[in-house]
């Protein structure tokens, strides 16, 4: 055990958890998803969801990683010999390779932004001008390709150093520099001129924007957010140390992991509305409106650098997460070293990812069930796998897992004392699987059928 490492402080334990759990969908979806749905009454359904089962469901993924100490299936295996259930790690590697191939396309924009920024390309021009430009961008063959590409790369870089010199060094130093970025752009947002209009609607609850469809899209976006569901939390609770509190990690996570999403309205929705444009501007938004604000603002320039490497940060600590699934099986059940694990693991990526890319121009045309592979992998992963693997971990803990193991795990074999035991197994054994069914059913369309009938 001690050769596959583990995390050497529970600082960096809890920084790469959050560096996963901290992404794109807090930075880009969060935000426009509030906007979108209500504000302050999504936000409570959404906190609604990560209590009840999003952190049952990391904790149900901290038990079986931390007990065993092995990537998802040698931890199936070991957990429940003779049940046959390590065929799940199977689902869990593919919807990895998915989510990573789609995922890494947004980050390739986000470098290109990047580097447009430092070179003074993002200093002049209406929202007009940034919409032509993003969408000629992302039907060029070349540059959205390279950029994936580019961007996997330094996610394999990362990688192959291994647990300590790779993903716990760089998320002890971008998790920080995130927080301290977010909390300057938060307070240049509160001094811009109407900057209320912006808080108001952020948080200012409106019950009568919550459908029935709307709390299920809170439920999918705190699975996402959290990263649950496909065994990432599993694998990097398999480094953490036996001295942690699985339960004390879980909310630290739950809790940051939250936080960083509602900083990140309060970054955007004041500018939004302080320079006059509307928040229903979705995933554009941070392409094709920000852009146009920032070089409107004093200190433009620097702004809308350190707001794309910020987004930089938080995505590749993300990628580096559903990375180390695939790498972790790699390395222990096919017997590879760490760095063939690294590149087996970026080759994949790199191919999947190019052909994402491409699906906003020369491959916009090749649909599979009417989507293109960029939308397939995104619909799949994020509407089926994550909620199917989500009911796997809960029902896995809260029935088939021992109880014994259960508490054992969660008091650190009775040196802690932990009183939520119960409403933790209550919750895994009723109230996650079955929220989780019926976001699964909405995520195959069955929900809107139902709802049309009503
Ligand atoms: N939680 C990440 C985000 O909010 O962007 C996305 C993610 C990371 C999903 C890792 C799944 C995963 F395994």
């Known amino acids: 055990m001690s050769e596959r490492g583990q995390f050497t402080t529970r600082i960096g334990a809890i920084a790469a958890t959050v560096g996963s759990a901290v992404g794109l969908g807090n930075i880009w979806r969060f935000p426009y998803e509030t906007?979108?749905?209500?504000?302050?009454?999504?936000?409570?359904?959404?906190?609604?969801?990560?209590?009840?089962?999003?952190?049952?469901?990391?904790?149900?993924?901290?038990?079986?990683g931390r007990k065993t100490h092995k990537n998802v299936c040698g931890a199936l295996r070991e957990l429940a010999p003779g049940k046959k259930l390590h065929w799940f790690s199977g689902i869990c590697i593919a919807a990895s390779i998915m989510i990573i191939s789609f995922y890494s396309v947004v980050c390739g924009w986000i470098v290109e932004y990047l580097t447009k920024a430092i070179s003074g390309g993002l200093s002049?021009?209406?929202?007009?001008?940034?919409?032509?430009?993003f969408g000629a961008f992302v039907t060029n063959p070349y540059r959205s390709?390279?950029?994936?590409?580019?961007?996997?790369?330094?996610?394999?870089?990362?990688?192959?150093?291994?647990?300590?010199?790779?993903?716990?060094?760089?998320?002890?130093?971008?998790?920080?520099?995130?927080?301290?970025?977010?909390?300057v752009f938060c307070v240049n947002s509160l001094m811009q001129p109407g900057a209320g209009e912006g808080i108001k609607f952020l948080f200012s609850p409106?019950?009568?924007?919550?459908?029935?469809?709307?709390?299920?899209?809170?439920?999918?976006?705190?699975?996402?957010?959290?990263?649950?569901?496909l065994s990432c939390l599993l694998t990097y609770s398999s480094y953490f140390k036996d001295s942690d509190s699985l339960v004390k990690n879980a909310t630290t996570v739950a809790i940051l992991d939250t936080l960083v999403a509602v900083l990140a309205g309060i970054m955007i929705f004041p500018v939004v509305f302080s320079y006059g444009m509307t928040p229903e501007q979705g995933p554009k938004l941070i392409f094709e409106v920000l852009p146009a604000i920032f070089q409107q603002m004093p200190g433009g320039y620097v702004l809308a650098v350190?707001?794309?490497?910020?987004?930089?940060?938080?995505?590749?600590?993300?990628?580096?997460?559903?990375?180390?699934?695939?790498?972790?099986?790699?390395?222990?059940?096919?017997?590879m070293s760490r760095n063939?694990?690294?590149?087996?693991?970026?080759?994949?990526?790199?191919?999947?990812?190019?052909?994402?890319?491409?699906?906003?121009?020369?491959?916009?045309?090749?649909?599979?069930?009417?989507?293109?592979?960029?939308?397939?992998?995104?619909?799949?992963?994020?509407?089926?796998?994550?909620?199917f693997g989500g009911i796997f971990f809960s029902v896995f803990v809260g029935w088939i897992l021992d109880r014994s193991v259960v508490e054992d795990e969660l008091s650190n074999h009775g040196k802690l004392k932990v009183r939520v035991v119960k409403p933790l197994i209550f919750c895994l054994r009723y109230v996650a699987p079955v929220s989780i069914v019926i976001v699964?059913?909405?995520?195959?369309?069955?929900?809107?059928?139902?709802?049309?009938?009503?």
Request: charged content about 10%.
């Open 440 to 454: 699964f059913l909405y995520g195959l369309g069955i929900v809107d059928k139902v709802l049309q009938l009503m």
């Open 145 to 183: 390709v390279l950029w994936t590409v580019l961007f996997l790369l330094a996610n394999y870089l990362v990688l192959k150093r291994g647990l300590k010199k790779g993903i716990e060094r760089v998320a002890n130093v971008m998790m920080p520099m995130l927080f301290i970025l977010l909390i």
């Open 340 to 387: 063939q694990a690294s590149m087996l693991n970026t080759g994949i990526a790199i191919v999947l990812g190019s052909l994402c890319a491409l699906s906003f121009g020369v491959l916009s045309g090749f649909t599979i069930f009417g989507m293109t592979l960029f939308d397939l992998f995104d619909y799949v992963s994020s509407n089926l796998l994550l909620p």
């Open 124 to 133: 002049s021009g209406s929202t007009e001008d940034y919409s032509t430009m």
């Open 206 to 229: 409106d019950f009568s924007a919550i459908t029935p469809r709307v709390a299920i899209g809170a439920m999918g976006q705190a699975f996402f957010s959290l990263s649950l569901g």
């Open 35 to 64: 906007g979108q749905h209500g504000g302050a009454a999504f936000i409570a359904i959404y906190l609604l969801c990560v209590i009840i089962m999003g952190v049952p469901v990391i904790v149900a993924e901290f038990i079986v």
């Open 306 to 335: 350190l707001f794309f490497f910020l987004l930089f940060m938080a995505s590749i600590t993300s990628t580096i997460s559903m990375s180390e699934i695939s790498i972790a099986y790699f390395s222990e059940e096919l017997k």
